[in-house]
């Protein structure tokens, strides 16, 4: 009989749920998703004027670093949740 809650698989083979994660590094795109739509408001920001797209840019800075990080630890762990540096 089997156990509400628990994580067994009903083919013997498969060892993890099916969660997407090693399939695409989702972190990666909403980070880049982040990235694009900071530059854009930086650039409609600029063209009104206004020094507020200093932060724009900031931001897209932060994401982009952030796009690369996850991208690298997606690749060296195979997709896995381990750190980069080991």
Known sequence: MRRWGTLVASDPRQQCPPTGAHDMPRLALY?????????????VSFAQGSWLGVVWVLIAGLSSNMTWYY????RTTGGGGTSVTG
Not at 31 to 43: H, I
Not at 71 to 74: A, C, E, T, V
Request: charged fraction near 10%.
């Open 71 to 74: 991208l690298k630890r997606g």
């Open 31 to 43: 980070s880049l998703a982040v990235c694009l739509l900071a530059v854009v408001a930086a650039v």
